[in-house]
């Protein structure tokens, strides 16, 4: 067992403060990794603050994670101490069912061990998630980063944010030629047009806040409609092979799907507290259209991921804070202000801890 010093809630109402733990020393194909930096998820705020259902306290988020291997069990080769990796949002699954037999970790079919506030599968221990000074994984769900280590603050969000965003690019074959539009401008949607530009596809970016224009071509989507508008909408009408819709608010996603061709699909990513309102069938049936789901992504997919991006220079538009801000920064994204993703240094959580 080791000491690890993190910020943890104790609850849905208490800001997170310091809190040490044990964690396991690495079994025999464990990687045990000093946490570098750690991106800073709606998912966390939302599991902290218990808004997704009851957590489970003390509750330590985090599952956006660069890091530097430490120590490694005697049956990794994967890995050697010293290498830059990742953990992403899952630890563990059950490995044995058909999507976990297939790479889709993600949808295993027992329930996936998330990185925080998720049952162990053996042991059924809570885990402890990334606002940690480290961790330790099964080497299968640790992954290796290539980018250069001035980029690293800046990967971390690929974790969660990055492959949430190319899973659905992928499934639904996002490519030159193809128009695809992204909805909203966030943590989710900056990284779709990124990557969407990247596959070679025409993007439009959707938003109702015309000030994002610039920031939305810089990152690579050649047209911005203001979804307010019912004639720019309009202009765009039976034209989109697929939409990547990444609004974590409720919102009518009928004026969304009027924009697909015959055989399009609209995909959801965003989670919001209350359920959209359900779309009109003729919408969909009359082109045959489809409004489809997806979650993150299995770690091989993951892994493809992250090599796609460090081949084509993309990393997540970050503000770096230091642990101590964190409840700042937490009050800070329910207001949008932030582009467009938070990420700690975890260097300055000794300097938190000791404070």
């Given amino acids: 067992m080791t000491l690890t010093h993190a910020y943890a809630a104790q609850s849905a109402t208490t800001p997170l403060a310091p809190f040490s733990f044990e964690r396991r020393a690495p079994l025999q194909r464990d990687v045990a990794i000093d946490i570098l930096h750690c991106g800073v998820c709606h998912s966390d705020l939302h599991t902290a603050r218990s808004e997704w259902g009851p957590a489970k306290y003390p509750c330590v988020p985090g599952h956006e994670i660069v890091g530097r291997v430490r120590a490694i069990g005697n049956g990794v080769s994967k890995f050697k101490v010293g290498d830059i990796v990742g953990v992403g949002c899952m630890v563990d699954s059950c490995q044995h069912c058909a999507s976990c037999a297939e790479g889709l970790e993600q949808y295993c079919e027992n329930g996936f061990t998330g990185t925080y506030d998720s049952p162990e599968q053996?042991?059924?221990?809570?885990?402890?998630?990334?606002?940690?000074?480290?961790?330790v994984v099964h080497e299968k769900f640790v992954l290796r980063i290539s980018h250069a280590e001035s980029d690293l603050a800046a990967v971390a969000p690929l974790l969660c944010a990055g492959?949430?965003?190319?899973?659905?690019?992928?499934?639904?074959?996002v490519g030159p030629g193809q128009k695809v539009g992204i909805v909203g401008l966030g943590g989710l949607g900056h990284m779709g047009v990124k990557l969407a530009a990247a596959?070679?596809?025409?993007?439009?970016?959707?938003?109702?806040?015309?000030?994002?224009?610039?920031?939305?071509?810089?990152?690579?989507?050649?047209?911005?409609?203001?979804?307010?508008?019912?004639?720019?909408?309009?202009?765009?009408?039976?034209s989109f092979d697929f939409i990547l819709n990444t609004v974590a608010a409720s919102h009518d996603l009928d004026p969304f799907i009027a924009l697909l061709k015959r055989d399009g699909t609209m995909t959801l990513v965003g989670a919001?507290?209350?359920?959209?309102?359900?779309?009109?069938?003729?919408?969909?049936?009359?082109?045959?259209?489809?409004?489809?789901?997806?979650?993150?992504?299995?770690?091989?997919?993951?892994?493809?991921?992250?090599?796609?991006?460090?081949?084509?220079?993309?990393?997540?538009?970050?503000?770096?804070?230091?642990?101590?801000?964190?409840?700042?920064?937490?009050?800070?994204?329910?207001?949008?202000?932030?582009?467009?993703?938070?990420?700690?240094?975890?260097?300055?959580?000794?300097?938190?801890v000791a404070a």
């Fill in 122 to 135: 053996i042991s059924r221990e809570n885990t402890l998630g990334g606002y940690s000074d480290h961790i």
């Fill in 163 to 173: 492959i949430t965003t190319y899973s659905p690019l992928r499934q639904w074959q």
């Fill in 272 to 352: 919001p507290a209350t359920p959209h309102k359900s779309p009109n069938v003729f919408g969909l049936i009359l082109k045959r259209r489809r409004l489809a789901g997806s979650l993150i992504g299995g770690i091989a997919e993951t892994q493809e991921m992250l090599d796609f991006c460090a081949q084509h220079g993309i990393v997540s538009d970050i503000e770096v804070i230091a642990m101590e801000q964190i409840n700042e920064a937490y009050e800070r994204m329910l207001r949008s202000d932030v582009k467009y993703r938070f990420v700690v240094d975890m260097s300055t959580l000794g300097q938190a």
């Fill in 199 to 238: 596959m070679g596809a025409q993007v439009v970016l959707f938003t109702t806040s015309p000030g994002k224009t610039a920031d939305a071509l810089r990152l690579g989507a050649k047209e911005v409609v203001v979804s307010k508008d019912p004639a720019q909408m309009a202009a765009h009408a039976n």
